[in-house]
Nanobody
Framework: QVQLVESGGGLVQAGGSLRLSCAAS????????MGWYRQAPGQQRELVAV???????HYPDSVKGRFTISRDNAKNTLYRQMNTLKPEDTDVYYC???????WGQGTQVAVSS
């Protein structure tokens, strides 16, 4: 029912920053949690950030200190600030309403060395 559209990806030099956005067609408050995932060709999608409840966040060790996730309920938008980007961060990133089956179409992040 809720459509998610990611944007903000692109090509950036290592050490640079990007902010990914995920705009929802409806209220994202219906989701108890929302997350950002990455997926390489032939691989399963991997959680890289999640925001839960009233704003608690969780990050895998691989992105702690570099990436942050936030949510603007008034704008029905999920954000992912990506700092100090590394070439290994290159991938397609998707936003997701946890437990909802709702996924965005993905936005490409490419980090050059």
């Amino acid at each position: 029912q809720v459509q998610l559209v990611e944007s903000g990806g692109g090509l950036v030099q290592a050490g640079g920053s990007l902010r990914l956005s995920c705009a929802a067609s409806g209220s994202i408050f219906r989701f108890n949690a929302m997350g950002w995932y990455r997926q390489a060709p032939g691989q399963q999608r991997e959680l890289v950030a999640v925001i839960i409840g009233l704003g608690g966040t969780h990050y895998p060790d691989s992105v702690k200190g570099r990436f942050t996730i936030s949510r603007d309920n008034a704008k029905n938008t999920l954000y992912r600030q990506m700092n100090t980007l590394k070439p290994e961060d290159t991938d397609v990133y998707y936003c997701h309403g946890e437990g909802s089956g709702c996924w965005g179409q993905g936005t490409q992040v490419a980090v050059s060395s």
